[in-house]
């Protein structure tokens, strides 16, 4: 989530797979051949030796073996086959991921490993480039490849596929790669997953990749990319996923996305989007997160969103410059769950039908141009947690049904005309942590029992009389 936060407000949280375990198949052995037994400690393969554990947490072992105490690297072992004279062992998958693996891919024999189907070194202290010198020959077996949360570098070789021309997962991302992104991982024809975010990529989206047909997942965010989103992206048959959000890109929103009907993540967040919402997007049914925050989007906010998306759960399009009011029907998106408007140039009231949003745990509307008094309906929204109001133009009382709001906690009103007196079972909230109301008319006496387990307490420049709570000397509970 991109949601800015002041000081004077109160924060609040915004909203890896695991690698596929290599199926195991015994093969029994030859009738004519004698049955070797297995060894006792069966050996790793020489060419997973060579990688060192910087951090001591254990040896490589065959699965199956006892782990101890603690993640331990594994190999996954498959296809052991009973010959006259040894047991041989043919790797089909590696898993060592977090366990302190520290050099080059150098040490590590590739070429060797032929029935290698899952490679997964992620999150270990990895340098050097992605390729060694001694991966000559095409690795056809290899169908997943996890290297994410490593220091590897340098360029991501455009003759990638060719090593690899079965890939159907990449994840390279959290490494220090540089140049650009190879249009060739198009030849990549069995591709469903593309993860290469917080690298350090420059040169735009390569259009060719929209040839991927089978693509489902395109991960590019947090690199400076630059340049547009290319329409080509909507000749993806089969995207659920793409994330292009803090990559520099300075274009419209295609409204070729629009054909790519499965798609239910749209992540185009922090770059230079500009103009308005395509009404296209509303043919897809499927959306559940859509976020367009910190853009230069105009326009409306189009409400066949919130009709066509009967599954949304986020709607972000905070810090753009859109205008209009909040259409009605977001009513209709029973299922939202963090619902961000804030920082935006709109208007009106806040509609009654907000109510009905009963699986909220986040609104923030703040930063507009609101007005009119805080509809009573809010107090339907049981599930809420945050609630961000300030900086607008409302008037009138805080509604009694403040109080029916039980899982509030945090609540930034400040910046408003509001007035009157807090209302009783506001005050009586048992999990709220923070409230921030400072600039307003709020008047009378602030109950006894009030701030006992709040950690953050705004609310200066207001007519209150009397004395301040004892609850709030008590010792506060953190704000997670």
């Known amino acids: 989530m991109y949601a800015d936060q002041r ?29 070797a037994p297995p060894p ?35 190999l996954v072992v498959s296809e052991r086959l009973h010959c006259a004279v040894r047991v041989a062992w043919r790797v089909v998958g590696m898993d060592v991921a977090g366990a302190g693996l520290a050099g080059t891919l150098g040490a590590l024999d590739l070429a060797s490993l032929s029935s290698l189907a899952s490679l997964n070194l992620s999150s270990n202290a990895l340098a050097g480039p992605l390729f060694p010198a001694n991966v000559s020959a095409p690795l056809v077996s290899v169908r997943s490849v996890d290297l994410s949360n490593n220091s590897l570098s340098g360029p991501i070789p455009p003759t990638l596929p060719a090593y690899m021309p079965n890939l159907k997962h990449l994840n390279l991302s959290s490494n220090q790669f540089v140049g650009e992104i190879p ?19 420059a040169g735009g989206i390569p259009a060719v990749l ?78 559940r997160e859509f976020n367009v925050s910190k853009n230069m989007l105009t326009g ?26 909040i259409p009605p029907e977001v009513a209709t998106a029973s299922r939202l769950e963090f619902l961000s408007l804030a920082t935006n ?53 805080l509604p009694d049904e403040f109080g029916s709001m039980t899982a509030l906690q945090r609540l930034s009103i400040n910046t408003n005309m509001l007035e009157g ?26 109950p006894s029992d009030f701030g006992r387990n709040l950690s953050i307490f705004s609310m200066s ?13 008590s010792t506060p509970r953190p704000v997670p």
Request: a positive charge; one cysteine or more.
């Open 7 to 35: 000081r004077k407000n109160v924060d609040a949280p915004s909203p890896s797979s695991r690698p596929r375990q290599a199926s195991r198949r015994h093969v029994a052995a030859r009738a004519s051949a004698p049955a």
């Open 40 to 74: 006792a400690a069966p050996v790793v393969p020489a060419a997973a030796r060579g990688l060192g554990a910087g951090r001591g947490r254990g040896a490589l072992a065959v699965e199956g073996q006892p782990a101890g105490a603690g993640r331990r690297p594994r």
């Open 183 to 201: 249009a060739s991982l198009a030849k990549l024809t069995k591709l469903q997953s593309l993860v290469l975010a917080s690298i350090r990529l």
């Open 210 to 287: 929209g040839n991927v047909s089978g693509l489902r997942e395109l991960e590019l965010s947090s690199n400076p990319l630059g340049g547009t989103i290319p329409a080509a992206l909507g000749k993806l048959l089969s995207p659920e996923r793409i994330n292009v959000s803090l990559t520099q890109l300075e274009s419209t929103i295609p409204s070729e996305l629009s054909l790519c009907t499965n798609l239910t993540v749209i992540g185009l967040a922090g770059n230079n989007l500009s103009g308005g919402l395509p009404p296209s997007l509303a043919k897809l049914t499927r959306v």
């Open 300 to 325: 409306e906010i189009l409400p066949d969103y919130f009709t066509s998306w009967t599954d949304l759960r986020v709607f972000q399009a905070d810090g753009n410059r859109f205008t209009g009011t």
């Open 345 to 397: 140039n709109l208007s009106g009231g806040i509609p009654p039908v907000i109510g009905r949003l009963t699986s909220l745990t986040v609104l923030d509307l703040s930063e507009n141009e609101f007005s009119g008094t805080i509809p009573r309906t809010i107090g339907n929204l049981t599930s809420l947690t945050t609630l961000r109001l300030y900086d607008n133009k409302l008037t009138g009382r």
């Open 421 to 446: 007196e807090l209302p009783a079972g506001l005050t009586r909230l048992p999990n709220l942590l923070g409230i921030v109301a400072f600039d307003k008319l709020f008047s009378g006496t602030i």
């Open 461 to 473: 420049n207001n007519k209150f009389s009397g004395g301040l709570p004892a609850g709030l000397c």
